[in-house]
């Protein structure tokens, strides 16, 4: 890798919020630095990426291939911090990639730690892959923490990963397949409990509960999205006045309404049927 950049950054703590560097480029592609002295995703470190400049001007299917690291110094030049080298995949659902904890918080606010109050960082790239056109990159398939997504699903696993990095240290299954699909039903059910709680029906809030005990019991450790749950029903069961008017309006229209619809299938009956079909798979070949 290249050393392609480096950014002094003058009276560090006074900055609360995040600090965007010049742009510069590397491997033929223009690249800037973002810092969060308060922390991204997480709120007790520093936080530091590498961006795509204008990546929504850039052609459809558009993408890169990198690896990069960053090293953090202080004013004379000693070394406080540096990252492993990474290779990531940049494209239009993945503009930006990262550490979101750098270095801690308490660490920067000690006395001395930082020289005259002033950062630098430095940042190696080496380009490996560019595709300024092509097919889109919003249904290939990416691992991420040994489970196989869409890279569309690749942000939100990142920061799922970064906030709660043990949630699937026990999951009971080595099958690519229904690791696949247990990991697609727990990043739905993120996505259902982060809408407003009063968006959500009884029922929305019944199979988030069901798939949830489902995700537990395949070993995914999950107590954080529990006090979510919790939380967002007891949201639910105090609706503002306006609401309450729509709830009543809502409890008219269902009773003058069409036929309940067929009930739900469980998407862990899907996963049934994948480690069947895997047993039956081996059996056959021995």
């Not at 810092?35 to 052609?59: A, C, M, T």
């Not at 004013?75 to 239009?92: D, I, M, N, P, Y």
């Not at 407003?196 to 988030?208: D, G």
Request: with cysteine.
């Amino acid at each position: 890798m290249e050393k392609a950049f480096r950014w002094e950054i003058n009276n560090f703590s006074e900055n609360k919020s995040v600090m965007k560097s010049d742009r510069f480029s590397s491997g033929g592609c223009e690249w800037y630095l973002c810092v969060y002295p308060k922390g991204k995703i997480v709120d007790d470190h520093l936080s530091l990426f590498l961006n795509v400049v204008n990546f929504r001007k850039l052609l459809p299917g558009w993408k890169r291939q990198a690896s990069f690291s960053f090293v953090v110094l202080n004013q004379s030049g000693k070394e406080l911090h540096r990252t492993v080298e990474k290779s990531r995949l940049f494209c239009a659902e993945a503009p930006s990639w990262g550490y979101s904890k750098i270095l801690p918080l308490t660490k920067l606010q000690e006395d001395g730690f930082l020289e005259n109050n002033k950062l630098t960082i430095e940042v190696n790239i080496k380009v490996t892959k560019v595709a300024h056109e092509g097919k889109s990159t919003e249904n290939e398939i990416v691992v991420v923490h040994g489970f196989h997504v869409l890279n569309s699903q690749v942000v939100s696993m990142h920061n799922m990963f970064v906030k709660h990095p043990d949630v699937a240290v026990d999951i009971r299954s080595d099958i690519r397949e229904v690791k696949t699909a247990y990991m697609n039903i727990l990043l739905g059910l993120v996505q259902t409990l982060a809408k407003p709680p009063q968006s959500l029906s009884e029922t929305e809030l019944s199979n988030a509960d069901s798939e949830l005990s489902e995700l537990t019991d395949a070993g995914f450790k999950l107590d954080w999205l529990k006090s979510k749950l919790e939380e967002v029903s007891l949201k639910r069961k105090e609706p503002s006045s306006h609401l309450k008017v729509e709830l009543d309006k809502e409890k008219i229209e269902s009773a003058t309404a069409a036929p309940a619809p067929a009930p739900r299938v469980s998407p862990f009956e899907c996963i049934d049927v994948l480690i069947k079909k895997f047993f039956l798979a081996c059996f056959s070949g021995q």
